[in-house]
């Protein structure tokens, strides 16, 4: 007795097709992922970048195997870098929208300002007197 779908087509046959699709698209992600990292790197000339992309393009399962070879350690490494670049990207923009700082945080500045001797005495009480008046 055979076991098939409703169809007609074995159940095997379901699977081993799932299967294939499964692979095809982490082989779609792997790729992607990897013409991501190219051009985000930024110690490759524009040339070499080119280089790369032909030769992922031209000979996929080659090119994949030999750049995860090659270059495949500093993937994470300008991952994590990329993130890090996003995230004071994002820290700075919270910063300068979230709007003035309090009046003990300005004053803390000034006062570190003058002890460092960028700012005079006379120049202190000025912006004091702003922030206070």
């Known amino acids: 007795m055979r076991v098939t779908a409703a169809s007609g087509y ?4 379901v699977f081993w097709t ?3 699709l499964a692979l095809w698209i982490m082989w779609l992600f792997l790729v992607v992922r990897i013409v991501i990292d190219l051009f985000r790197s ?3 000339s524009g040339w070499a970048k080119a280089a790369w992309l032909i030769f992922i ?3 996929p399962l080659i090119g994949v ?3 995860l070879i090659v270059r495949g350690e500093g993937i994470w490494n300008r991952e994590a870098e990329h993130a890090r670049k996003s ?3 994002f820290q700075d923009y919270v910063r300068q929208t979230a709007g003035p700082t309090s009046t003990a945080d300005e004053l803390s500045k000034l006062a570190a300002l003058r002890d ?3 700012l005079s005495e006379e120049e202190f009480a000025q912006q004091k007197t702003k922030l206070l008046g």
């Open 116 to 118: 460092q001797g960028v």
């Open 42 to 44: 930024d110690d490759l």
């Open 57 to 59: 393009l031209v000979l």
């Open 65 to 67: 195997v030999v750049y």
């Open 87 to 89: 995230d004071r990207a």
């Open 18 to 20: 799932l299967l294939w």
């Open 10 to 13: 074995p159940l095997f046959g």
